[in-house]
């Protein structure tokens, strides 16, 4: 019934925009869009609960942004530096930045983010911070408990807030100084917002945006009526739709399956099972990794609308490039199992070793068909080593409490060396989403906390990549192994013929908004 009422109401919507544009005649230079991205938060648009950390905050700004190469440069600071011992990191702040009420955005404004944001136990990771403090109006101190040398890649996806105007109802009508302002939110319908005239930087070409929180049906809905400039899609809606083109974006969106480390019998902090017979022998671990064709899955559940990966962070620059593997290496993966014991005993097509049978449940959140698609298909080509792989779909309740013994097809994806730190480090194991697979290694360990205390970026990219692999270990496929990476899947959008999206970024986990992270670059093409 709710989708069938979000379609109808596409028709309505576009009687609207239809009488707004009005004819040919009398038509003036487009300055609206009308966007169907998905993407509408339950929380609101609040960057102290996580809102913005994937894409672009919208209506804040940032201190830090990446440019069009994915290298981190100023935005709302000037400029930034660490102290020698890596524990104090002074932004300075631009004297031209205001609300979109008029105040002034101040150092205190960045300092009450930050501790707001760490108070607030969001899904940004500030447990190393200790206390950020304005110095003066233009000068902010974030004191650490801890070196970071990822802390630039929070200040890029981390948007301030006006202390002076924050409540516990601030995401429900944010203030903020970034390039649009919040006009209208219709919950479970569409936002509004509006340019922001004060803002200090590059003005977008659009005065008006409506975002339409639509699910892919009725997103296509809209295109193929012709009533929406961008709308996101999936690989089994792509379709030639005249006064469209399909935009294909890169992603470090992963797909990935994790294959806990340990054997059962042991629980986690809060009190959870950890472990799994099968995937704790990293042959079994190995001859999934190695012996499955990605392609194929790729070709098959995302209709080859994505590439194959070897790891969450592909092509970024932390990700070393020795990690990459061949794969589907059947017949290789079929003699490594077998010297290694796992013997189809009672000719049922399943290897049984010392009374384990190769066989375990591979769980998805039940309500998505390409996580479904990836799992099946994986079950499929496991079958062929004599692995039995058992899919499932599960809320997400009943995910979180499983996942530590259970192979689980898990989405990640982040433009910050954070997200394999928090897959893989020891001290992390088992504690909430972090370390799921339960992996303990002390030369990764070391690797990482080389990184984090670096002072140099070169410095810290070193130690990230040797963490993946030193020649002899790591947490890659050629090491540890406890995640079998399927692929990055492409971001598709429709949008319209004559709009120009600029030049779009590595997108990351999140399909929808991250493609107006750069609405600052676009335009009309003709």
């Not at 954070?418 to 897959?423: A, C, K």
């Not at 205390?453 to 270990?473: F, H, I, P, S, V």
């Not at 013929?497 to 609405?519: A, C, K, M, V, W």
Request: one cysteine or more; glycine letters at 8%.
């Amino acid at each position: 019934m709710k989708k069938m009422l979000m379609i109808a109401a596409v028709g309505m919507i576009a009687a609207a925009l239809l009488y707004a544009r009005g004819s040919k005649e009398t038509q003036k230079p487009q300055t609206t869009l009308t966007l169907a991205i998905g993407g509408e938060p339950d929380e609101g648009f609040d960057p102290c609960t996580g809102w913005g950390r994937y894409g672009s905050p919208l209506f804040q700004s940032t201190l830090l942004e990446f440019d069009k190469d994915m290298r981190i440069v100023p935005d709302l600071a000037t400029d930034y530096s660490v102290s020698p011992d890596g524990l104090r990191w002074t932004f300075h702040i631009r004297e031209d930045a205001q609300f979109t009420d008029g105040k002034p955005v101040s150092a205190a404004d960045v300092a009450f983010t930050f501790n707001t944001t760490k108070e607030s136990g969001s899904e940004i990771d500030l447990t190393r911070l200790q206390e950020a403090r304005a110095l003066d109006q233009r000068t902010v101190e974030f004191v650490m408990n801890a070196p970071m040398s990822a802390f630039p890649y929070i200040a890029v996806s981390l948007g301030i807030v006006p202390q002076h105007a924050y409540s516990p109802n601030y995401g429900q009508h944010p203030i903020g100084s970034g390039p649009y302002q919040f006009v209208q939110w219709d919950k479970g319908q569409q936002l509004i917002v509006e340019r922001n005239n004060r803002y200090y930087g590059q003005k977008p070409a659009f005065e008006r945006l409506t975002l339409l929180f639509y699910d892919t049906d009725a997103a296509f809905a809209a295109v193929q009526s012709g009533q929406v400039d961008v709308a996101m899609t999936i690989p089994s809606l792509v379709r030639d739709i005249q006064g469209y083109k399909v935009l294909r974006c890169i992603s470090v969106d992963n797909r990935g399956i994790s294959l806990p480390a340990t054997t059962s019998g042991t629980f986690s902090p809060d009190k959870l099972p950890v472990g799994n017979d099968v995937t704790s022998d990293i042959v079994i671990r190995k001859a999934l990794i190695y012996g499955i064709d990605r392609t194929a899955i790729i070709k098959d559940a995302l209709n080859g609308y994505g590439r194959r990966a070897d790891s969450v962070c592909d092509g970024l620059p932390w990700w070393n490039p020795q990690t990459t593997i061949q794969d589907g290496d059947l017949s290789g993966q079929k003699a490594a199992l077998e010297a290694a014991g796992w013997i189809d005993l009672d000719q049922d097509g399943i290897r049984e070793k010392a009374g384990v049978r190769a066989s375990f449940d591979l769980i998805y959140p039940a309500q998505d068909g390409v996580r479904q698609a990836i799992a099946l298909g994986f079950a499929q080509q496991a079958k062929a080593l004599g692995i039995e792989v058992k899919p499932q779909g599960l809320s997400w309740d009943d995910l979180g409490k499983r996942m530590y013994a259970t192979p689980v097809v898990f989405g990640w994806g982040a433009h910050s060396p954070m997200e394999i730190y928090n897959l893989y480090y020891g001290r992390r194991a088992t504690t909430g989403y972090d370390n799921i697979t339960n992996m303990v290694n002390p030369v990764v360990d070391a690797y990482m906390d080389a990184a984090m205390a670096a002072l140099t970026t070169e410095e810290a990219l070193a130690n990230w990549k040797l963490a993946q692999w030193d020649g002899k270990t790591g947490f890659s496929n050629l090491g540890d192994a406890t995640w079998c990476w399927i692929a990055d899947i492409d971001h598709l959008y429709y949008v319209r013929e004559g709009l120009d999206t600029g030049n779009q970024r590595i997108h990351p986990h999140g399909h929808g908004f991250p493609i107006i992270s750069n609405i600052k670059e676009w335009k009309l093409s003709n």
